[in-house]
């Protein structure tokens, strides 16, 4: 499964981001999967920040970004997003999207349950 992230660039703090992860491969409908997005800042730690899964649509965000961020599908459109608001400097981050074949993965934030990535997107908050 290949996958792609998107939506990424330079905000100001406070500012908002949709970020979009897609598949260019035949056949594949993400809907099937559960999906995890992760980012990995300089010097730091990767975190998961948010997971959905695919059955039941059950949901997954970090401390650190919940309230702010909003995981998402639009099954019309084979597409998971995620949405970014009141974002702050220590988001900036590359953020990329993952997918489970596990339907039901009760890990959400953990990247080793995850089969497949795509490459990254960059996350910029400054003013």
């Known amino acids: 499964v290949q996958l792609q992230a998107s939506g990424g660039g330079l905000v100001q703090p406070g500012g908002s981001l949709r970020l979009s992860c897609a598949t260019s491969?035949?056949?594949?409908?993400?809907?099937?999967?559960?999906i995890g997005w992760f980012r990995q800042a300089p010097g730091k730690e990767g975190e998961g920040v948010s997971g959905?899964?695919?059955?039941?649509?059950?949901?997954y965000y970090a401390d650190s970004v919940k309230g702010r961020f909003t995981i998402s599908r639009d099954n019309d459109n084979n597409m998971v997003y995620l949405q970014m608001n009141s974002l702050k400097p220590e988001d900036t981050a590359v953020y990329y999207c993952?997918?489970?074949?596990?339907?039901?993965?009760?890990?959400?934030?953990?990247?080793?349950?995850?089969?497949?990535w795509g490459q990254g997107t960059q996350v910029t908050v400054s003013s």
């Open positions: 959905i899964t695919a059955t039941h649509g059950r949901t």
């Open positions: 491969t035949s056949g594949v409908t993400l809907d099937r999967y559960s």
């Open positions: 993952a997918t489970s074949v596990l339907k039901g993965l009760l890990r959400l934030w953990a990247d080793d349950e995850y089969d497949y």
